[in-house]
């Protein structure tokens, strides 16, 4: 898949301030920024849990 062109990547970035405003474009990049990681993760079958069999309580 070729990468998009630096001149493409200003005219999404244009369109998508006017449609969405500029107060609401950091907001918006945050959630594709954080949708795309969990995708990515979900995917690679990373959690942020570790797995249960190392929380042993070892106290007694």
């Excluded at 062109?5 to 998508?16: K, S």
């Excluded at 474009?25 to 945050?30: G, I, N, Q």
């Amino acid at each position: 898949m070729p990468r998009p062109e630096p001149l493409d990547l200003v005219l999404i970035l244009i369109v998508a301030l006017l449609i969405f405003g500029a107060n609401r474009l950091p907001e918006m990049a945050r959630a594709m920024g954080q949708a795309i990681r969990k995708f990515r993760d979900a995917v690679t079958g990373k959690d942020n849990e570790p797995p249960a069999e190392n929380n042993h309580d070892h106290s007694t």
